[in-house]
């Protein structure tokens, strides 16, 4: 809730990652985590690094930021926009693209505006101070998705083609990894998963991933964003960073560890 303190350790997040390999063409999706900062943060910031670089290339810069969540505590028909002018967090205000919002709505049938599971939701809200240090001239529309089956997630597709149709637009697919208390497990199994998402390969994940082995925890998201960006030429994505709660504290190794990755999606050639 301080300004000042949530100010210094996004940017701390964003500073840090000073490494990562350069990308060439317009990133038009991603993947970040939505635990709390302390946890993911690192590895968000690894994600917006990674956009902020590229919006500085002569027109990459998204006009919109497309955030999408999943509703850990309440259920969602379809895809649940948030409406209304601008999303305020301490960090200030950021337009909602209303008029993109409602491009979406026209072109999908499981699109509405719903702000109620917004509320009680962290998943894409997490998202947002970063999008504001890192994208700051964006505006942003912010969706939280209620399951992952082929019509939802082809809706939203078809959705975003026809925002991207008429601005330059970036998808944040916010979603965690594995979790279980074995630490061996939940890095084995995340390696796996990151190198399916990288290959595009959405029909594996979502054949692999089951409620008892949650492979991605906002697995419609992901899968979104992974069609989404096939649809706009990306052959093939970029993994970034890696980590999960066990790499940074160790003392929750056999208790609940949980994985992190962040993945950008270039169009066309794919690097």
Known sequence: EDAVELRSLVRGCIGDANRLPPVSNRIVASISPHAGFI??????GATFRALKDNASISNFAPETVVIIGFPHRVPVNGVALLDGSAMATP???????EAGARIMVENARNIHFDAQPH???HSAE??????????PGASLIIAIMGDHGDDTINDFVTALGALAAKRRIVVVASTDLLHDPDYDKVSRTDRTTLETIVALDDRRLLDNWSPDE????????????????RSQECRKGMLLQYRNSGDDFPESRGSWVVGYGAVVFPAGSGN
């Open 214 to 229: 949650q492979l991605c925890c906002g697995i419609g998201p992901v899968v979104t964003a992974m069609r989404f960006a």
């Open 126 to 135: 997490n998202q947002v101070p970063f999008a504001q240090m890192a994208l």
């Open 91 to 97: 960090l200030g205000k950021t337009p909602l693209d």
């Open 39 to 44: 946890y993911s943060g690192r590895v968000a």
């Open 119 to 121: 509320a009680v939701e």
